[in-house]
């Protein structure tokens, strides 16, 4: 499947399946008033469980640092254990710079692909 080939609440979808496959319990915003937040998860294990905003880029460039920014903003107001933003394309150098030390994750294409190697069996 070409993930910049489906449609962005396709590639939410997407996305949500494999975060649930990987333990989380994932779970699909509204379309509207969402405030850049498109997957909420919970992780519910002790100690490492939490709260994690997903936003989620079905892109064939770069994410620049702006959106970087506005996720990190999501992230410190809904109290959150951390912020991840997927897409399907890159990230710029600045946008990686911002997230460095912050509980930003950023997972690009190929990252992404290798993280959904189990799921995509079943695609």
């Known amino acids: ?28 915003t509204k379309k509207t008033g969402d405030g850049g937040i498109d997957i909420i998860a ?22 620049g640092e702006p959106i970087i920014r506005d996720l990190y903003g999501v992230v410190c107001s809904e109290r959150a254990n951390k912020g991840i933003l997927i897409t399907t394309g890159t990230f710029t150098q600045s946008a990686k ?10 997972i690009d294409g190929l990252s992404l692909i290798h993280i959904s190697e189990p799921t995509r069996r079943s695609w």
């Open 1 to 28: 499947m070409d993930m910049k080939a489906i449609s962005p609440i396709d590639f939410e979808k997407l996305t949500q399946t494999v975060l649930n496959s990987m333990g989380l319990v994932a779970e699909l």
């Open 42 to 63: 919970y992780n519910k294990q002790p100690v490492i469980g939490g709260k994690y905003i997903i936003q989620c880029k079905r892109y064939n460039g770069s994410v």
């Open 97 to 106: 710079k911002f997230a460095l030390d912050k509980q930003i994750e950023l």
